[in-house]
């Protein structure tokens, strides 16, 4: 199996706080790393630092053979690497079909001028869109949605909205910043059929994640971060395992 992420002793401080310290992580093909840890950790900084959103101090990221330290966030899909955010940052007056297809955007090649002009070109790609973006729709059981626009979806469907987005741009690699946030007990187990199904089409995952029954149910490998360490490593049993996790994560003396 080969490392299709690889990052290497990256750092980033903010004045004294050091949010990411020497951070090493590797994500091999077709596998899902979940990166853990308590509020502070710097899960969301390394996740900014990969998808040069932050830069680093130090340290390096490849993908796919790509030095990608240095390079901007939107360079980046075109290489198939994808985040979501947090938040959800669908744009809330378009509609969730909308939405997702604005995910696959990079596969057309009209632009503006044959975009006002409305040329044959152009109504071809958008047709193509369209039904991409539905296929997805369907996959992530938002059909009934499809039509309403984003801001009047529960907060567990925006969620949802946002990966099928992320999905859309036909990624080898999505970074998920909290996709369970928001979900109740049946949308997460839900979500995590969707994120098992996504693997097995060949999509490798990095799920930053507070719900630990779902990071369990789905991760191959887990990264423990913890004041802007990697404090443990390993496979979910190993993890859960684990003295300095459970104190440091989970609060339980070992
Ligand atoms: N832009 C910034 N300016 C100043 N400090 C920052 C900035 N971004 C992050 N930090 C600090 O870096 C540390 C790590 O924050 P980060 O958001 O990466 O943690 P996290 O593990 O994602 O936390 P959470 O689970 O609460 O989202 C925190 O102490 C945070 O206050």
Redesign the pocket.
Known sequence: MSALLTVRGISRS??G?A??QSVDLEVDEGTIRAVI??????????L?LVTGFTRPDEGSVEFCGHQLTGMSPRELPSLGLMRTF?SARLVPTLTVRQNVMLGAYRFTRARFFSDALRLPRTRREECELVVRADELVDFLDLRHFADTPAQDLPAGAQRLVEVARGLAAAPKLLLLD?PAAGLDDSETRELADVLDAVRAGGVSLVL?E?NMSLVLAISDRITV?DA?RVIAEGLPNEVREDAAVRKAYLGVAS
Do not use: R, S
């Open positions: 903010y004045g706080v949010a990411v840890g308590p509020n502070g950790a710097g899960k969301t900084t390394l900014d947090q909290e930053i507070h971060m802007g």
